[in-house]
């Protein structure tokens, strides 16, 4: 039994005593009497003036429905946003990576150019020190060595002959010695520019990279700063809408009264039953999917046994699959299985991505593929990785990307029959879904066959 509400209470006294003015009318006792109570009569005024109120409050809820839906429609894009703006952390943290392996390896050719340089010094140094002895062996013959006068002083044929044979030897020598100073010389500054330029160039990749992570991560923060406002937001509207929708089932209560009440619980009964049936019919399709991902999964949500990496269309879907029921982590993943998220600064961090092992969604498709080729950690370079195919042609095995003009920022895994396999989110786990067509981009990457 419901309770009443004070105008039911008035009703009930009201029929109280009209039943009691007609016995006494009639002059029977109490007892005697069984006649129904009569329904409510309000006036005109009242009903009309409820019906006023209940429209209003209709209006209300129309307004603010609209409202919610906008807002949720927003919300839903800055989700799409912040995975963007993580994939692109992701970016900047891989190209980061890859600058600074440049950057080393130009300081070692830089210092093995110095090395090289110091040879082209000892050479010079070597040249000039056989130019001494020549200046000395001349100084010592006694300035004549170069001269005329070599010539004249020489007492006999067979001594003019050999300082003009001397002569030749110590010119040649000369110039031999000179020509390779100045090809050392030449060498040595060819070396050093080479090196310093190519040291020059990583140090300038190293430092754009370094900025375009600290951008990213702020950009990021940003993203992820707006969305909490706008759910904020969100939740202010459903409140506002709820106390309205309180306030039209009140005025509607009034208008209708218990028949209309009952009328619409039978009503609220018969929409619980359908809920029920569509969810108990959700859990038993949920039930069925790790059967045919191909493998169990305790209750920690770790892999019961893994699927070897292989290099078939079949063998890269069921490793993916044997990863069923693992945490979303951001940056979590590599070719050998699960590995700790790291840290974001922004959601990830939220749902303590970097306590868990699990993957991301790149990072889950580097694991599948292991058998095939290494894959880099960012589904945007993933999305140019293999050979892209319309979405009308796509097969089971396809790489699925979602995005817009800022980027890409998740991938998944096509199964066939509309369904796929994907690291979600955080907070989420390894799962299989419909495919999702809302941002969906216009080529699958196909990387066998």
């Known amino acids: 039994m419901r309770g009443e509400t004070g105008s039911g209470a008035g009703v009930r006294r009201g029929v109280t005593i009209g039943a009691l003015g007609i016995a006494l009318l009639l002059g029977v006792t109490g007892t ?8 409510p009569n309000p006036s005109d005024s009242d009903i009309n003036s409820s019906k006023a109120d209940a429209n209003a409050k209709a209006g209300d809820v129309g307004r ?14 800055l989700n799409d946003d912040v995975e963007l703006k993580m994939e692109e952390a992701n970016k900047a943290r891989v190209d980061s990576e890859t600058a600074q392996d440049e950057a080393a390896q130009a300081d070692r050719e830089a210092r093995s150019a110095r090395t090289e340089s110091d040879a082209a010094q000892t050479t010079i140094d070597k040249a000039r020190a056989d130019l001494d002895k020549f200046a000395a062996a001349s100084f010592q ?8 006068s070599a010539y004249l002083t020489a007492n006999t044929p067979k001594e003019l002959l050999g300082r003009a044979q001397m002569l030749d030897a110590v010119g040649g020598s ?41 951008e990213a991560d702020n950009a990021q923060s940003a993203a992820q700063h707006v969305q909490d406002t706008q759910a904020a937001q969100n939740d202010k509207l459903e409140a506002d809408k709820a106390s309205v929708e309180k306030q039209l089932f009140e005025a509607q209560q009034k208008v209708s009264g218990l028949q209309g ?13 359908r809920e029920d049936e569509e969810r108990a019919r959700q859990a038993a399709l949920a039930a069925s999917r790790p059967s045919q991902g191909g493998g169990g999964r305790p ?38 299985g699960p ?18 092992t699990g993957f991301d969604c790149s990072g889950l498709m580097i694991y599948a593929f292991a058998g095939v080729r290494s894959l880099p950690h960012y589904s945007g370079y993933q999305y140019s990785a293999g050979r892209q195919v319309p979405l009308s042609q796509m097969r089971r095995g396809d ?17 066939g029959n509309g369904q796929m396999v994907e690291a979600p989110q955080s907070g989420l786990r390894v799962r299989v879904a419909p495919v999702r067509y809302g941002g969906i981009m216009p080529y699958a990457a196909r990387l066998i066959g």
Request: net charge positive; glycine share 12%.
């Open 261 to 273: 009440q009952r009328q619409r619980y039978e009503d609220w009964k018969a929409q619980k039953a």
């Open 141 to 148: 013959q006694g300035s004549t060595i170069g001269s005329v």
């Open 339 to 356: 590995t700790r998220g790291i840290r974001d600064g922004g959601t990830a961090d939220r749902y303590g991505d970097y306590m868990k």
């Open 174 to 214: 000369r110039l031999n010695a000179l020509d390779t100073m100045k090809r050392a010389q030449t060498e040595k500054s060819n070396k050093d520019a080479t090196a310093r330029k190519k040291l020059e160039i990583a140090q300038e990749r190293k430092r754009a990279a370094e900025a375009a992570k600290h």
């Open 32 to 39: 005697g009497l069984a006649v129904p109570p009569p329904p």
């Open 399 to 415: 790489m699925l990307f979602w995005g817009g003009g800022g980027g890409i920022h998740h991938v998944a895994m096509y199964l």
């Open 64 to 77: 603010l429905t609209n409202q919610l839906a906008q807002a949720e429609s927003k919300l839903s894009q």
């Open 299 to 336: 209750s920690s949500g770790r892999p019961v046994q893994s699927a070897p990496a292989g290099s078939s269309v079949e063998a890269v879907v069921q490793r993916a699959l044997s990863q069923l029921g693992l945490p979303y982590a951001w940056g979590g993943g590599n070719g050998s």
